[in-house]
């Protein structure tokens, strides 16, 4: 049998090989390179908190004019849709009844009077002759009491006057507010009624302009503890600003301020109202007008803010960061958000200052892999908007807490 040889170079190579292998070397062939990654610095920032509410418009003054006698509708004195004065009178109802019933009242009351002084006369006199026993007590005393019961009379006619007076005057129907009149609900000609209320026309103001948003109650409740636990301050209600977003999409050129928040819970719906107040000068608002609203409740002086590149979502719609560790190597972090701002996250939970987050190279990197962190060289951040950005991923919506711009880390995002 003949032995194969090995030729000698193969040897080398192989020893060599295990030698480098040995000394706890890799070959140059199995070297593996770290790939490089942008990493933005958190920091800490003072951001406004905001949150987005719905609502209709609602008129200053909403005055309904209703009819306060019953009568014929002579005629309409003034333009629908156009602007009437207080006192101004709308509608002339039929006055006729009503002058006659004020009349009656003064014959009443002028009859009334004529027996107070005869009565009066005779109570004088029997209260000369019941001291001389010219008459008996029991006359003078009746005629005392005639004397009494004459100046009730007067009294009663004289309060007839007063509301046949009143009512011959409600007989000019007129503006309780100044404002914008609406669609007339009577015609000249048309019986009203007191006893049913009769609507005849609406007045309302429409300068200033109130908005009726609703909260739910638990985005209230954090708010409040927010305050209390000195995370969110505030110089309370009536300084936060409101900006208005119409139906169309445009952003209301008014800034607003918050009224009141009701103090009761709707249990239906688990809400509350929060009103606020806008400058209407141009009538741009009318009542009834579905709105959004951007409150600014207050300011979080110690918000953590991640650029959105460097959040991410699991498929259970989890939102996660990757970080650098302080051994350069990859760690997958689960966070909790409350909103956006701009162009950043805003996180509650999950990390720290001082976190470096992967805002590029995302694709590249992996958990527990090796990395080599440089800062990121993002885009300028646009100016920040009037109206917070709303959250892009659908599975983490804002809950309206807040949201932030991003913090300045190496990268100066």
């Known amino acids: 049998m003949r032995l194969k040889r090995i030729p000698y170079r193969l040897i080398s190579v192989t020893a060599l090989a295990m030698l480098a292998a040995a000394c706890g070397e890799k070959p140059p062939a199995a070297a593996q390179h770290a790939p490089e990654v942008g990493v933005v610095t958190l920091e800490t920032a003072a951001v406004p908190v905001s949150t987005e509410l719905t609502g209709r418009t609602s008129a200053f003054f909403d005055a309904q004019v209703r009819a306060r006698v019953n009568g014929i509708v002579l005629r309409r004195e003034f333009t629908e849709g156009g602007t009437v004065k207080a006192g101004q009178r709308l509608y002339k109802i039929d006055p006729a009844p009503y002058i006659a019933q004020l009349n009656s009242a003064k014959a009443s009351y002028a009859k009334a009077h004529a027996n107070l002084v005869s009565t009066t006369a005779q109570a004088e006199r029997y209260k000369v002759l019941v001291a001389s026993n010219a008459v008996s007590r029991q006359d003078y005393d009746n005629a005392v009491a005639s004397q009494g019961q004459a100046a009730a009379e007067v009294a009663q006619a004289k309060a007839s006057i007063d509301t046949a007076q009143i009512d011959l005057g409600y007989t000019d129907v007129i503006s309780p507010v100044t404002g914008q009149a609406g669609i007339s609900q009577v015609t000249p000609g048309a019986y009203v009624q007191a006893a049913q209320a009769t609507l005849m026309v609406t007045v309302q ?5 109130y908005v009726d948003l609703t909260q739910s109650s638990l985005d209230g409740l954090k708010l409040r503890r927010q305050i209390q636990e000195g995370r969110l301050s505030t110089d309370g209600p009536n300084a936060a600003k409101v900006t208005l977003i119409l139906e169309d999409g445009r952003v209301y050129s008014e800034q607003g301020k918050l009224q009141f928040s009701d103090v009761t819970v709707d249990q239906s719906t688990g809400s509350v109202t929060v009103r606020a107040i806008f400058e209407n000068k141009d009538r741009v608002l009318l009542p009834g007008m579905f709105v959004r609203a ?10 953590l803010v991640v650029p959105v590149q460097g959040v991410t979502h699991d498929q259970k719609g989890t939102a996660q960061a990757m970080v650098v560790d302080s051994d350069n190597k990859v760690a997958l972090r689960p966070i909790v958000t409350s909103g956006t701002y701009g ?14 987050v992967i805002v590029e190279g995302i694709d590249k990197a992996r958990p527990g892999m090796p990395v080599k962190a440089v800062p990121a060289h993002l885009p300028a951040a646009p100016a920040t908007p009037a109206v917070p950005a709303a959250p892009a991923a659908p599975a983490e919506p804002a809950s309206g807490a807040g949201a932030g711009k991003a913090a300045s880390g190496a990268a100066g995002a």
Do not use: F, T, Y
Request: cysteine-free.
């Open 205 to 209: 103001q429409l300068d200033p302009m």
């Open 294 to 303: 951007h409150i600014e409740e207050g300011v979080n002086p110690n918000a």
């Open 343 to 356: 162009q950043n996250w805003v996180v509650d939970s999950g990390l720290k200052p001082g976190d470096r």
